[in-house]
């Protein structure tokens, strides 16, 4: 996710998306990374079969 104007960068992963993506455009977690730096526009997205591929491939990003 990124923010208005593509400056800052939120790299996560989650099993349920389209919730996910709802949680930071409505600042459900006001004091999170996200909620601050007003991350609420999905840029990207994989899915991975398996959670330990997905956490993999956001440890190398």
């Given at each position: 996710?990124?923010?208005?104007?593509?400056?800052?960068?939120?790299?996560?992963?989650?099993?349920?998306?389209?919730?996910?993506?709802?949680?930071?455009?409505?600042k459900?977690?006001?004091?999170?990374?996200?909620?601050?730096?007003?991350?609420?526009?999905?840029?990207?997205?994989?899915?991975?079969?398996?959670?330990?591929?997905?956490?993999?491939?956001?440890?190398?990003?």
């Open positions: 996710m990124t923010n208005k104007y593509n400056k800052v960068l939120y790299v996560g992963v989650t099993s349920e998306l389209p919730g996910r993506v709802w949680d930071h455009k409505n459900t977690h006001p004091y999170s990374f996200t909620a601050k730096y007003n991350c609420d526009k999905l840029v990207y997205y994989i899915f991975y079969p398996n959670i330990e591929e997905a956490i993999s491939a956001e440890k190398v990003l």
